[in-house]
Every structure is written in structure tokens, then in C-alpha cells.
């Protein structure tokens, strides 16, 4: 399947951190790091890609408590369709959406062993 955006097909796209302090977690890698956002409303920055072109390589998201097992991966998929049956076939089970969101569509899924990850497409 040819590659339709500068996504690459269910490669590891963007890493979604879990905060419980929006502010002190962006003042933080801004200052550690250079980090720079993307603002979409008080549960949810976006972190602009490293490289200076254009996306974004991961976002922090607002939550009561850190997720358990770490930063939630999310994967790249053409179809993203294609890809829930696919997890579900392969003994993945999905347990959230799919759900529209800014930018695309997306759904997360655990893995055989417990892992969590999510798969996101273009709108």
C-alpha cells in the first residue's frame, strides 16, 4: 500500500504522556528540553515535532493518575479500519473507539501480554 502522508504505515508515530499537572508539566520540558506545544484545550497539549517540520511527535495528556506500564505509544495506520479488525484477529482487544479527535481518528487496543497502544489515521 503506497504511503498516502509522511506517516509511515504501523510505524511508531507518537508517544502520549499521562500528566496529573498540565502547567508544571509543560514549564518542565519546556525548560529540560526546548519542548514547544500545540494547545487544545486545558486536558490536552500537543509536543511539536523536534525536526521543525510540521506535526507533532507526541502529545501530554491530562489525567487523575500516570498510566500504569508508561507512556501510551501510538502507532500509524492508512486504514485505520483495516487495522481494528486486524488487531482483533490477531488476539488484540480493543478497548477504547474508535474516536474521532483534532487531526484523525483513533482507537487503543491492549496487546496478548497486557500493553496498551492506540492506532490513529488521518480525518
Do not use: C, K
Not at 526546548?34 to 500537543?46: A, V
Amino acid at each position: 500500500m503506497p504511503e498516502t502522508s509522511a506517516h509511515t504505515h504501523h510505524g511508531i508515530d507518537y508517544i502520549e504522556l499521562t500528566v496529573t499537572d498540565m502547567d508544571a508539566a509543560r514549564s518542565f520540558y519546556q525548560s529540560a528540553f526546548g519542548w514547544e506545544f500545540n494547545d487544545y484545550g486545558p486536558q490536552y497539549t500537543g509536543i511539536r515535532r523536534f525536526d521543525g517540520s510540521e506535526g507533532e511527535a507526541g502529545g501530554l495528556a491530562a489525567g487523575a493518575e500516570v498510566r500504569t506500564g508508561g507512556p501510551l505509544v501510538l502507532l500509524y495506520s492508512n486504514d485505520l479500519d483495516t487495522s481494528l479488525r486486524a488487531v482483533g484477529a490477531a488476539g488484540g482487544t480493543v478497548t477504547e473507539g474508535p474516536f474521532d479527535f483534532p487531526g484523525g481518528r483513533r482507537f487503543h487496543f491492549t496487546d496478548p501480554s497486557g500493553n496498551q497502544l492506540g492506532v490513529w489515521s488521518e480525518a
